[in-house]
């Protein structure tokens, strides 16, 4: 596993957490490093950050092209791989869009159910067809 799938993993386990407990989420991730062993890479503080700073973009893109599910249906696992997936997509340039919306679906792949990574796929990749016009 290389170091941004690992980043993409730590910043996943800071956003649910915070999403399940109800918890303030850059706390979660304060605590997070001081309190745990496994390493809270700076890219894994850039994506929490990133995902927080477009939070409101981030939940009405993907409610819109959602298809019929609102983000308080999606299990919160899910929600919070499509956040992080989002933000890929939608706001960090250094990260092609074909690999944010990989690396989304690998996670959903070992870390929710069987159904998923397609779900996740096809949402981001239905916001990687209209991205043009979202960030307009």
Do not use: C
């Amino acid at each position: 596993m290389n170091s941004r799938t690992k980043a993409r993993v730590r910043a996943l386990e800071v956003l649910f957490e915070a999403d399940s407990r109800g918890e303030d989420t850059l706390e979660v991730l304060r605590r997070r490093r001081a309190h745990t062993s496994a390493l809270i890479s700076d890219y894994s503080e850039r994506i929490v950050r990133g995902v927080l700073e477009h939070d409101e973009e981030i939940a009405e893109a993907l409610e819109t092209y959602s298809k019929g599910w609102t983000l308080d249906r999606m299990p919160a696992v899910d929600r919070a791989i499509l956040r992080i997936g989002a933000w890929e997509l939608l706001y960090n340039d250094d990260v092609p869009d074909a690999v944010a919306v990989s690396e989304a679906a690998g996670l959903a792949r070992t870390h929710s159910t069987d159904d998923s990574p397609r779900f996740v796929n096809g949402l981001l990749g239905r916001l990687q067809k209209v991205k043009p016009t979202l960030l307009a």
